[in-house]
């Protein structure tokens, strides 16, 4: 007979045993991106309990009133297979339970499972790895910027970058975005002009590998290709090494990209919803902030 499962909201000090089970898993999560989510919805992260020991976590959540984000979700290994991460499951779908549309990204072998909860197979998302020295592949022709220029931390606007993204997410997400833009972990570039607009955005923040450390891209996006690579060739020059970006399928142009920058196919998981997918183009999105929350 199992032993009964209390579900509670995660505390900030479960956050380290969180980050240990998603760098266990393969997630390479970041620096920081556990304390990001937990920000993002106060009550949209849980934590799974046997006799007051944490086995588990899931994330569930709320953006808005119209859109919501199921990730994170992961038992101990020596504890599945025992229900636990089914009642960790609907405890995440019934926050979620008055939204238009639910948001997930499925390991292959989890699509099926999650079409018998009712959601429906939108796309693909490949993470492609660099693994090198600070030279991407290619010729850097030192694309012509026009009068856009490159800007990076304190100098960069925020909420001009904010309207940018709001244009090209599912939905509109300042709190996640602000934090994620502002942690001191990684570098931030942002593409303005001289009229003030943004063109395009990124980050690049350290990651924990299941073995060593890594760096990770996300969010990217930028109006055009060449405007991409130059994002993601100033952003892998300070930080060599093993670099991943998880990439939407529905951007025909990011593959051809990163295969002539260098990159490599790494794995593949699914993007699945339930309700009204959002109606965005993916055109301009070359990297997603992180598999855990869209």
């Not at 959601?119 to 993470?127: A, D, G, N, P, Q």
């Not at 009068?147 to 100098?155: A, R, S, T, V, W």
């Not at 960069?156 to 502002?182: C, G, M």
């Not at 998880?246 to 993007?271: H, I, K, Q």
């Amino acid at each position: 007979m199992n032993d009964l499962l209390t579900i509670r909201t995660l505390k900030i000090s479960d956050i380290n045993h969180v980050t240990q089970w998603s760098r266990d898993e393969g997630f390479a999560p970041g620096n920081g991106d556990v304390g990001i989510y937990k920000h993002t919805d106060q009550q949209g992260l849980w934590i799974g309990c046997i006799n007051n020991k944490p086995i588990g976590c899931i994330a569930g959540v709320k953006y808005n009133s119209s859109y919501g984000f199921i990730g994170l979700f992961l038992v101990v290994k020596k504890f599945r297979g025992k229900g636990y991460g089914l009642e960790l499951w609907k405890h995440a779908l019934k926050h979620l339970s008055d939204l238009p549309c639910i948001g997930l990204e499925a390991a292959p072998d989890r699509v099926k499972d999650y079409t018998n909860w009712g959601f429906k197979l939108s796309s693909s998302t490949t993470r492609w790895k660099w693994e090198g020295s600070d030279h991407l592949l290619g010729i850097d022709n030192n694309i012509s910027l026009k009068d856009i220029k490159i800007l990076e931390g304190e100098m960069i606007p925020r909420s001009v970058v904010q309207t940018y993204d709001a244009k090209r997410e599912a939905s509109p997400r300042p709190h996640f975005l602000s934090d994620w833009l502002n942690h001191p972990a990684g570098n931030v570039l942002a593409l303005i002009d001289s009229q003030g607009l943004c063109h395009g955005f990124g980050r690049i923040r350290p990651c924990l590998l299941k073995s060593g450390e890594g760096w990770r891209i996300g969010p990217l996006l930028a109006d055009t290709p060449q405007l991409a690579e130059v994002l993601i060739r100033k952003l892998v020059i300070r930080h060599p090494g093993v670099v991943l970006i998880d990439v939407p399928e529905l951007n025909s142009f990011a593959p051809l990209l990163l295969n002539n920058l260098g990159f490599e196919r790494m794995s593949e998981t699914f993007r699945m919803y339930r309700g009204t997918q959002p109606p965005i183009s993916m055109s301009e999105l070359y990297g997603l902030a992180c598999l855990e929350l869209g």
